[in-house]
Structures are given as C-alpha cells and as structure tokens.
C-alpha cells in the first residue's frame, strides 16, 4: 500500500463530519457548543471526552487522548493509520492518491481485507447450508423447536457449520482464501502447531452458527452452538481473538441495538444469542448479549456508553445467579444503575416470551427491582436468615457488592436500606463495605503488578498504541503554539520570519518549532488536521488539547509578546546555566574569563529587551 499523501489526508478530514464519525459508534451528549461523552479509551465516571465540530477534533481530558477522525478511528478500531484512513475515506467517495509504497503496510492491510472478505463469504457460505443443505436437516428441526421460523434466520443471517470440518477447507481453497487467511481469521486451527505442513482443521462442525458483527453490521467473528447433545467442547464455541476480533471488547447484537437501547434508556443483558434474537423479534430491541459467561470491565464501559441503566435477564439457575453477580460487579464499578429482572426456574427470555408474551415480559424488564434489593428477596427464600448469626454472614456477602459501588452517597444510601432490611446495625454493614473494599484494591494492586510485563509485550506489539500526551508546561510556548495553530494574521506575521535560534535553548519549545516550520493555514480546519497528522501520537493529542481551548486575545501584538517572553526566558536561562559554571573553582581562568564576557553581554540583552517595553 502506498503512504497517503498530505492533500489527500486533508480531503478526508475536510470531508468528514467527526460528529457522525464518533456518534456511529457511541451516543454523544450537545454541550454548548461542543459534545461529551464517556471516554471510550480510558474508564471514568463524568464525561471528560469532548468532540469539538467547528474544528473537527476530538479530546480526553482525562487521559489525554486526541485528534481527528482517522486518529479515533484507528484507536477505536484497532487499525493502522492508513487502514483508518481508507476507511473514511471510502465512505466520503474519496479515491486515495499513491504517493511512496509501503510494503509492511501493504501485507497488513492486503491481509486485513482477505480477513475481512473471509468472514463475509463465510457467513454467506454457513447460510447457504442451513437452507439447501441435507446435512443440515436436524439444524433446520431445531430452529423451528425453538420457534424460529427461516424469514427469522435469514434476517439474523444463521447457518450451519458442517460435520466434516474438511468442507470447510475445501471451500476456502475454492473460494481462494489460503490456510494462512484461515488462521488469521480463527476459522481454522493448525493440525500441528509444531509442523505446519500437517495443515489446519476448522474450529466449527456441527454447530449452529451464529455470525458476530461489529458496530457497523460487518461479520467479526462466529459464534457456534451445539446441536448434538454428545457433542465435545462447550454449548456455544466462539472464534478466538484475531485482527477483527476482540472478545472482552464485543457484544452480540449491539449493530442493531444501540440506538434502541439510547431511545429506551436502558439496555437489557442476556446471556444467550437466541434469547436475544427472541427479545428483539418481540419488539424488545434494546437487548444485547456478552458472548460467553466472560463480562469485563470493558464490556461495562461500552454499555456507560450508551446508557446509565443496565436490566439483567439472566437464567435463574445458580450458574445464571452467579454470571449475574459478576456482570454487577463490573457494572457498578462503572457507576451503573443495575437491575434484575428474575426469570422463573426454569425458564429464560427465549422460553417465557413463548409462554407469556411480549406484553408480560417487557412488564418484567419496566418493574425489575435494583439487583441488591433482588439478592436480599432470593437469600430471604433460600436461606434461614432468622438468626442474626446468618444475618451477618450473609449481610458480608452483599457488602462486597456495596462495595463496588464508587458514589459515596448511593454507597451510603445502599447500606442504610440493606441494614434496615436484614435488621443488621448500620455500622456494621459500614464496617463490612470497607473491609470488602480494602480487599479489593489489594486484589486489583496485584492483578496490576501481575500482569504489567504482559501489558508492556501487547503494548509493544501495537503500532497504534496511546501513548501519554505531551504537556506544555510555559505558558508563552502553549500559547504562542495556540495562536499560530488558529490565528492566521498572527502565524503569517510571526512565520515570516525564520525560526529564532532561542527558541532551541527553551525546554518544551520542540513543538512550537515544528508548529513554526510546518505548512498550514491556520483558517482551514482540515489543513490544520493534516498538519497535525505529520506529528507523533503525543503530539497530535497535544495540539488536539490545545484547539479545544479558547483563547482569550488573538491579536498579533499579543503574540509578539510571547515572542519577547520567550526571548527573555531563553536569556535567562542561559543567564543561570553560565552562573552556574562559574561557580566550578576548578574552571580553568580562561574559560572563566570568556564565560563572564557572555554573562555581561546576556544582561545586556535583557536590559534592552527590558527597556524597549
């Protein structure tokens, strides 16, 4: 692939509305002029990620994170710069222009396509056998057991994974897609890890499939389900985590839920991928679904995401209770509103909106009790909580939920109900709440210290890491950097002139200096964009922090001034670093001498500078 030329970055920005970029993926809030949102890139309570339109830019002022529409694209989908880029720039109908070839970029991103391609044809190709194929009789009979007429399964694009997982290799070859593109994608898993001459073998046979799209509706990955009850492996096998794929970062169904779940106010959590294909074939839309028991602390900032308020439909078995308390640890820490809405024993969403309609079963999710409030009622049934004994050991179990909770006041609010509800002193459950926290951070301390070398191997993989943001700490640099970035009267005036040698003497000014020499107008906000792209990630996160602040007087005669302050600062500097030498009594006299001369000439500069004010 080749290196995309200046111009052309600037076309797409320029063509490219941020808003709808960000917007697509997650819900933004109109703040004046500007809009907020969560941070997608770090996890936080209060909205500190802005998206300012009028200059096409976005910026974290929590961790720091900024810049343009390619530059979240790539960060929020994992894509290399040019990737990003052809990506938006296919969606403004702009033809990218050749300028130098770069091979390694090339093969990635040549390789990306074929993966992507893969999966594409694949769910077409699994689909097809689930409507013609013989083999596929007893898929097609459990579907309509489970109510799911072939207008519901086309819609939701299933198919069917064959027995002989030698089909499946057969068809790729056909279709052209080598063993490598198999193993890339997560279709296929090598015969022998130690000699690949021995081939690959498909993940997927005998089982339903389910296609796993991400936010724009394209096909990720696949989710199998069982069909035989013999059947080796789990209920539900998922592709592992390739290029396009990242587990703890996916849900099932959230393509089509999240403007539902906006609208709604509410998302509703499912286990299953039929349960949430039953829901939204019943009007219930706003249901998405983890894929697997696994719910992270990732999967809970994409909900924060689109909503405050999370309704857990999951089975109510002790494994479903159980995946339900996980699920409300990670939600919570999130500062989520978290409710249950109970299942009957032996039933789940797929089976009790057959029994009781989707009139009855929304009716549940609208009336959901908060999931502490469902605890105290399930441990009341299950359990003797007569003695106040029994009372104690159960009321530490659900501090350890309290504690996850980050609001102090909702905290503190929890453990007066809990404590009248269980008649336990409300002390106590203080007590209880702070033990549960202390252990906590210790838990988290360690997983941290565990898992720090592993971090630093991913972190050192990734070309597209976030790096922590510059800061500029001078105030005449950062301002001065400000207005040659926005104010074209200042930069055509200052830049007119060659970059002053001071400059260099001034910690923090590397910036600046790549500001002065750069080749923009300061007018075009794509022009600008495109500058800052030349930049490193630190860089363009800087200059993305400094376009979102207002400057308080643009005229040109207040950035000569920081010119003149910077000048003096350099003076100064070199001023102390030349006072500092002269204090050495092993410098040789000569060497004294000449220094004193510059320190004379130095206080002379500022004197001038001092007196032409």
């Not at 089976?351 to 009716?363: D, H, M, N, P, Q």
């Not at 009336?367 to 469902?374: H, K, M, N, R």
């Amino acid at each position: 692939m080749a290196i995309i030329s200046p111009e052309t970055i600037q076309r797409i920005i320029a063509e490219t509305d941020i808003v709808d970029v960000i917007s697509s993926y997650f819900p933004l809030k109109k703040a004046g002029a500007n809009f907020l949102a969560l941070c997608p890139f770090h996890n936080e309570k209060t909205p500190s990620f802005n998206v300012t339109p009028s200059k096409q830019i976005y910026y974290c002022f929590g961790c720091g994170e900024g810049g343009d529409a390619i530059r979240f694209v790539m960060h929020y989908e994992n894509l290399t710069f040019p990737d990003a880029a052809s990506r938006l720039a296919e969606k403004a109908g702009i033809r990218l222009e050749d300028e130098v070839f770069d091979p390694d970029a090339d093969r990635r991103l040549q390789l990306r396509r074929l993966v992507e391609k893969l999966h594409k044809e694949a769910s077409a190709w699994f689909s097809q056998l689930l409507f013609r194929s013989p083999e596929a009789q007893h898929a097609r009979e459990y579907l309509k057991m489970r109510g799911l007429d072939s207008e519901t399964a086309r819609r939701w694009q299933l198919g069917y994974a064959p027995q002989n997982g030698g089909s499946l290799i057969r068809w790729a070859q056909d279709a052209g897609f080598s063993n490598k593109v198999l193993l890339e994608g997560g279709l296929a898993a090598p015969q022998d890890a130690d000699n690949p001459s021995r081939g690959v073998y498909s993940r997927f046979r005998d089982r339903l499939m389910f296609p796993v799209c991400n936010d724009y509706g394209n096909v990720i990955a696949f989710s199998g389900r069982v069909l035989s009850p013999d059947a080796k492996g789990g209920k539900y096998i998922n592709s592992p985590e390739t290029m396009l794929f990242k587990k703890s970062k996916t849900f099932y169904g959230l393509d089509r839920s999240k403007r539902p779940i906006l609208k709604a106010g509410r998302a509703v959590l499912c286990e299953g991928q039929l349960d949430l294909i039953a829901c939204v074939e019943n009007g219930i839309e706003n249901t998405v679904a983890a894929l697997g028991t696994a719910f992270t602390e990732d999967h809970a900032r994409i909900l924060k995401r689109h909503t405050d308020e999370v309704v857990l439909c999951y089975d109510s078995d002790a494994a479903g209770y159980k995946a339900a308390i996980k699920a409300f640890r990670q939600l919570v820490s999130s500062n989520l509103v978290v409710k249950l809405a109970a299942m009957p024993a032996g039933e789940d969403p797929d089976s009790l909106l057959k029994k009781e309609g989707a009139e009855a079963f929304t009716k549940r999710i609208t009336e959901a009790p908060e999931f502490l409030d469902y605890q105290i009622d399930r441990a009341s049934q299950e359990r003797n909580l007569d003695e106040m004994r029994d009372r104690i050991e159960f009321a530490k179990e659900v501090s350890e939920n309290i504690a996850r909770i980050t609001d102090k006041m909702i905290q503190d609010s929890l453990i007066n109900r809990v404590a009248t509800r269980l008649s336990v002193p409300a002390d106590d459950i203080r007590r209880f709440v702070g033990e549960a926290d202390g252990e906590i951070k210790r838990s988290l301390r360690y997983s941290k210290r565990s898992s720090y070398k592993q971090r630093q191997q991913e972190n050192s993989n990734q070309e597209n890491q976030i790096l922590p943001p510059l800061v500029i700490d001078n105030r005449a640099v950062r301002f001065l950097c400000q207005m040659l970035l926005t104010v074209p009267e200042a930069r055509s005036e200052i830049c007119s002139s060659p970059e002053p040698d001071f400059l260099k003497n001034l910690a923090g000014s590397h910036l600046l200096s790549k500001i002065w020499q750069g080749s923009f107008d300061p007018a075009s906000n794509a022009d600008v964009a495109a500058f800052a792209n030349s930049l490193t990630p630190p860089e363009q996160a800087c200059v993305a922090r400094l376009l979102t602040e207002t400057l308080p007087d643009t005229s040109v005669k207040r950035a000569n001034e920081c010119l003149e302050t910077l000048h003096r600062q350099s003076l100064d500097a070199q001023k102390k670093g030349i006072l500092s030498l002269l204090k050495d009594s092993k410098l040789p006299r000569e060497k004294a001498h000449q220094l004193t001369k510059e320190l004379l000439d130095l206080t002379q500069q500022l004197q001038d500078i001092a007196q032409s004010q």
